[in-house]
C-alpha cells in the first residue's frame, strides 16, 4: 500500500496550544487567555500560559520533527503576537519567532504550512464585537498581509482559518469554546464574517504573491440511523456545506440561509460577500475525527452547537471510542475524501488534522499506544482506498505533534505522537510516532 509520489506526511500543532510565553516579547491577550481564566472554563483551571515551553523550545521540537522524518509541518501563527491589539502597530518581536521558526524548519528540510487563524482572536478585537462583527474579517486580512510580507520569502502554502465552524459555533452558540458566548444569531454572523475574513485574506495573499492559499475545516460524514435521510441533510448543512458552498461554489445553501434567518436573519450577508468567499483555492485542508450520528427525534431541542436542529437527536457512540469519547469510524475518512473529490473537483484535498486522543502512561523511557498506532493505520488505509477511488488527496498531517492544551479539556487530553511530561517538559516518542517515521520512509506500507 504505497502512497503516490510526493505524497505529503507531516503533523499540526497550533499556537494556543503548545506556544506558552502567553506574556512574553510583546504578545497581547487572546480570547482564550481570558477565556481560560475564568473558574469552570477548562478543565483544572488549565490555561496555555505554559503549554509544551514551545515558545522556547522550538528548535528542540524541530529537531524532533526531522528524527521522525516529517516533510511536512503544520503550525498556527498567533494574531496576538504579531498585533498585540489585533491592528495597528505591529510587534516585530513576534513576527521574529516565526521567522525563527520558519528557518529552522527549512533547515531541517521540513515544509512549514502556517495558519493564519488558529482560534486566538486578540482580545482588543473581542471587545469590540469579535467576529460577530464585520470589522474583525478586515483587521484579519491585515493580519494575513503583514505575515505574509515577513514569511512570503519562504513559505508556499497558506492557510487561512482552521475550523470556522468550530470558531463560530462552540464560540459564540454553545459557548464551549472562547469567547463563551450563548448567542445563536451572533454564531452565524460569526460564521459569515470568518467565511468574509478568509476571501479577504486570500485575496491580500494572492496579491502579495502567495503560491498556494488553502482553507481548513472540520468536516464529517453525518450518518442517519433510522430510515430518514432529512434530519442528516441538516446537520450536515450546518456543519459541512455552511462552509464549502460559500468558498467553493459562492453560495449558501438553502437550509443555512432559511435557519440563520430565524436566527437573528440575514442583515449581515452584503452584495457582493459571497463572491469575496468564493476565491480560487489550491487546497482544502480536511479535519477529520469522526462522523456524527443523527436519528428523528419529535420534540427533542436543537443540540447546543446547532441552532436548528430541532427534532434531531444526536446519537451517542455505539462502537469503539477514543478518550475523547469520539467514536473510531476509518471509513468516515474515505467516505468524506470521496465526497469531496466528487462535488468540489477542482479543489486539491489535504488532510491537516486527523488523530485521536488515548490514556497514555510513561513506561521508563516509552509510551506503548497501540490504539493510537490502530487509529492512524485504520485511518491511513482509508485515506489509501479514497486516493485509489480517485480522490485528488496530497498529504496527511497527523493531530498532534505533541501532547497539548487541548481547549476546555486542559492537559488531560493527550493527542500528541509525542509524549509531554508538562512539569519537566520531558518529550518521548510514543510507538506511534516511531511506527509512522516508519511510514514515511516507505511512503506507505509495504508489503501488507
Ligand atoms: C480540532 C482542533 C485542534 C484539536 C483537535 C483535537 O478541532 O482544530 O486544535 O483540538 O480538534
Given at each position: 500500500?504505497?502512497?503516490?509520489?510526493?505524497?505529503?506526511?507531516?503533523?499540526?500543532?497550533?499556537?494556543?496550544?503548545?506556544?506558552?510565553?502567553?506574556?512574553e516579547?510583546?504578545?497581547?491577550?487572546?480570547?482564550?487567555?481570558?477565556?481560560?481564566?475564568?473558574?469552570?472554563?477548562?478543565?483544572?483551571?488549565?490555561?496555555?500560559?505554559?503549554?509544551?515551553?514551545?515558545?522556547h523550545?522550538?528548535?528542540?521540537?524541530?529537531?524532533?520533527?526531522?528524527?521522525?522524518?516529517?516533510?511536512?509541518?503544520?503550525?498556527s501563527?498567533?494574531?496576538?503576537?504579531?498585533?498585540?491589539?489585533?491592528?495597528?502597530?505591529?510587534n516585530?518581536?513576534?513576527?521574529?519567532?516565526?521567522?525563527?521558526l520558519?528557518?529552522?524548519?527549512?533547515?531541517?528540510?521540513?515544509?512549514?504550512?502556517?495558519?493564519?487563524?488558529?482560534?486566538?482572536?486578540?482580545?482588543?478585537l473581542?471587545?469590540?464585537g469579535?467576529?460577530?462583527?464585520?470589522?474583525?474579517?478586515?483587521?484579519?486580512?491585515?493580519?494575513?498581509?503583514?505575515?505574509?510580507?515577513r514569511?512570503?520569502?519562504?513559505?508556499?502554502?497558506?492557510?487561512?482559518?482552521?475550523?470556522?465552524?468550530?470558531?463560530?459555533?462552540?464560540?459564540?452558540c454553545?459557548?464551549?469554546?472562547?469567547?463563551?458566548?450563548?448567542?445563536?444569531?451572533?454564531?452565524?454572523?460569526?460564521?459569515?464574517?470568518?467565511?468574509?475574513?478568509?476571501?479577504?485574506?486570500?485575496?491580500?495573499?494572492?496579491?502579495?504573491?502567495?503560491?498556494?492559499?488553502?482553507?481548513?475545516?472540520?468536516?464529517?460524514?453525518?450518518?442517519?440511523?433510522?430510515?430518514?435521510?432529512?434530519?442528516?441533510?441538516?446537520?450536515?448543512?450546518?456543519?459541512?456545506?455552511?462552509?464549502?458552498?460559500?468558498?467553493?461554489?459562492?453560495?449558501?445553501?438553502?437550509?443555512?440561509?432559511?435557519?440563520?434567518?430565524?436566527?437573528?436573519?440575514?442583515?449581515?450577508?452584503?452584495?457582493?460577500?459571497?463572491?469575496?468567499?468564493?476565491?480560487?483555492?489550491?487546497?482544502?485542508?480536511?479535519?477529520?475525527?469522526?462522523?456524527?450520528?443523527?436519528s428523528?427525534?419529535?420534540?427533542?431541542?436543537?443540540?447546543?452547537?446547532?441552532?436548528?436542529?430541532?427534532?434531531?437527536?444526536?446519537?451517542?457512540?455505539?462502537?469503539?471510542?477514543?478518550?475523547?469519547?469520539?467514536?473510531?469510524?476509518?471509513?468516515?475518512?474515505?467516505?468524506?475524501?470521496?465526497?469531496?473529490?466528487?462535488?468540489?473537483?477542482?479543489?486539491?484535498?489535504?488532510?491537516?488534522?486527523?488523530?485521536?486522543?488515548?490514556?497514555?502512561?510513561?513506561?521508563?523511557?516509552?509510551?506503548?499506544?497501540?490504539?493510537r498506532?490502530?487509529y492512524?493505520?485504520?485511518?491511513?488505509?482509508?485515506?489509501?482506498?479514497?486516493?485509489s477511488?480517485?480522490?485528488?488527496?496530497?498529504?496527511?498531517?497527523?493531530?498532534?505533534?505533541?501532547?497539548?492544551?487541548?481547549?476546555?479539556f486542559?492537559?488531560?487530553?493527550?493527542?500528541g505522537?509525542?509524549?509531554?511530561?508538562?512539569?519537566?517538559?520531558?518529550?518521548?516518542?510514543?510507538?506511534?510516532?516511531?511506527?509512522?517515521?516508519?511510514?514515511?520512509?516507505?511512503?506507505?506500507?509495504?508489503?501488507?
Amino acid at each position: 500500500m504505497v502512497f503516490p509520489d510526493g505524497f505529503v506526511w507531516g503533523a499540526a500543532t497550533a499556537a494556543y496550544q503548545i506556544e506558552g510565553a502567553a506574556a512574553e516579547d510583546g504578545r497581547g491577550p487572546s480570547i482564550w487567555d481570558t477565556f481560560s481564566r475564568v473558574p469552570g472554563n477548562v478543565a483544572d483551571g488549565h490555561t496555555g500560559d505554559v503549554a509544551c515551553d514551545h515558545y522556547h523550545r522550538y528548535a528542540e521540537d524541530v529537531r524532533l520533527m526531522a528524527g521522525l522524518g516529517l516533510a511536512a509541518y503544520r503550525f498556527s501563527v498567533a494574531w496576538p503576537r504579531i498585533l498585540p491589539t489585533g491592528a495597528g502597530q505591529v510587534n516585530a518581536a513576534g513576527l521574529g519567532f516565526y521567522d525563527r521558526l520558519v528557518d529552522e524548519l527549512l533547515a531541517h528540510g521540513i515544509t512549514p504550512y502556517p495558519t493564519l487563524y488558529h482560534w486566538d482572536l486578540p482580545q482588543a478585537l473581542e471587545d469590540a464585537g469579535g467576529w460577530a462583527s464585520r470589522d474583525t474579517a478586515a483587521r484579519f486580512a491585515d493580519f494575513a498581509a503583514v505575515v505574509h510580507e515577513r514569511l512570503g520569502d519562504r513559505v508556499r502554502t497558506w492557510t487561512t482559518l482552521n475550523e470556522p465552524w468550530v470558531a463560530a459555533f462552540l464560540g459564540y452558540c454553545s459557548g464551549v469554546h472562547a469567547p463563551g458566548r450563548r448567542d445563536p444569531a451572533a454564531a452565524f454572523r460569526a460564521a459569515h464574517h470568518l467565511l468574509l475574513g478568509h476571501g479577504l485574506a486570500a485575496q491580500a495573499l494572492r496579491a502579495a504573491g502567495a503560491a498556494e492559499v488553502a482553507l481548513t475545516l472540520n468536516l464529517a460524514p453525518v450518518i442517519q440511523t433510522d430510515d430518514g435521510h432529512q434530519e442528516a441533510a441538516r446537520v450536515d448543512a450546518l456543519m459541512n456545506r455552511q462552509f464549502l458552498d460559500p468558498a467553493l461554489r459562492g453560495r449558501y445553501p438553502e437550509d443555512v440561509l432559511e435557519i440563520a434567518a430565524r436566527h437573528g436573519g440575514l442583515d449581515h450577508v452584503r452584495d457582493g460577500d459571497l463572491a469575496v468567499i468564493h476565491q480560487p483555492i489550491d487546497l482544502l485542508g480536511i479535519n477529520y475525527y469522526n462522523p456524527s450520528f443523527v436519528s428523528a427525534a419529535p420534540g427533542e431541542p436543537a443540540n447546543p452547537a446547532f441552532p436548528g436542529t430541532e427534532g434531531i437527536r444526536f446519537e451517542p457512540p455505539t462502537g469503539p471510542t477514543t478518550a475523547m469519547d469520539w467514536p473510531i469510524e476509518p471509513s468516515g475518512l474515505e467516505t468524506l475524501l470521496v465526497r469531496l473529490s466528487r462535488d468540489y473537483p477542482e479543489v486539491g484535498l489535504l488532510v491537516t488534522e486527523n488523530g485521536a486522543a488515548f490514556d497514555d502512561h510513561l513506561t521508563g523511557d516509552e509510551v506503548h499506544d497501540k490504539d493510537r498506532i490502530a487509529y492512524l493505520d485504520g485511518h491511513l488505509r482509508a485515506a489509501h482506498a479514497a486516493i485509489s477511488a480517485g480522490a485528488d488527496l496530497r498529504g496527511y498531517l497527523v493531530w498532534s505533534l505533541l501532547d497539548n492544551f487541548e481547549w476546555a479539556f486542559g492537559y488531560h487530553k493527550r493527542f500528541g505522537i509525542v509524549y509531554v511530561d508538562f512539569e519537566t517538559q520531558r518529550r518521548v516518542p510514543k510507538d506511534s510516532a516511531l511506527w509512522y517515521r516508519d511510514v514515511i520512509k516507505r511512503n506507505g506500507f509495504m508489503g501488507e
